[in-house]
T-cell receptor, first 114, second 114 residues
């Protein structure tokens, strides 16, 4: 079992649907992240939560709504998405304040918006 | 404008030979650099890092070299093995490796031929 698990692994949704991506970390970390990976683009940081409070939102459209109910769980709520939002969404965790630069990633949720 | 650039989208190397993956950056404030490795259908995993106060860091078959004046770093894998075939992401940060400030490159796909 990996330290960071994401569900679902694959999701296909229409532009009018509402869905959620889930992430759970079993590493005792206190910071969690959502990254977006599109083809031929760098990994893009979307949201950072530290101690369950959002500390960074990199100008992500409001159709993406994160939720962090506790230090082990992170959600990404999706609604009225666009086809260009199709990508691999990666969750990661770290021990906030650590300076190793080491993030622990989940396997990702592959999202396709029709 | 990309602050971390991996100009080679792919690299093919024979088993047993050296693999050299390159990364360039533009922000002179970056002070910590990392390499992540990603297999298909898995999340990226941390491989090796280097602080800007060093010019070399070695871990087994993996060595990272940093040339601050050229704003260039490279990852050397020797000898290369078929299991090294993956996408390699370069990442950089300001603030000594603080995980919420990582900037990633687009990745280089390494194929090690048996």
């Amino acid at each position: 079992e990996t330290g960071v698990t994401q569900t679902p692994r694959h999701l296909v949704m229409g532009m009018t649907n509402k869905k959620s991506l889930k992430c759970e970390q079993h590493l005792g970390h206190n910071a969690m992240y959502w990254y977006k990976q599109s083809a031929k683009k760098p990994l893009e940081l979307m949201f950072v939560y530290s101690l369950e409070e959002r500390v960074e939102n990199n100008s992500v459209p409001s159709r993406f709504s994160p939720e962090c109910p506790n230090s082990s769980h992170l959600f990404l709520h999706l609604h009225t998405l666009q086809p260009e939002d199709s990508a691999l969404y990666l969750c990661a965790s770290s021990q906030d304040g650590g300076l190793s630069g080491e993030l622990f990633f989940g396997e990702g949720s592959r999202l396709t918006v029709l | 404008d990309q602050q971390v650039k991996q100009n080679s989208p792919s690299l093919s190397v024979q088993e047993g030979r050296i693999s050299i993956l390159n990364c360039d950056y533009t922000n002179s404030m970056f002070d910590y650099f990392l390499w992540y490795k990603k297999y298909p259908a898995e999340g990226p995993t941390f491989l090796i890092s280097i602080s800007s106060i060093k010019d070399k860091n070695e871990d087994g078959r993996f060595t990272v070299f940093l040339n601050k004046s050229a704003k260039h770093l490279s990852l050397h894998i020797v000898p290369s093995q078929p299991g090294d075939s993956a996408v390699y992401f370069c990442a950089a940060s300001r603030g000594g490796g603080a995980t919420n400030k990582l900037i990633f490159g687009t990745g280089t796909l390494l194929a090690v031929q048996p």
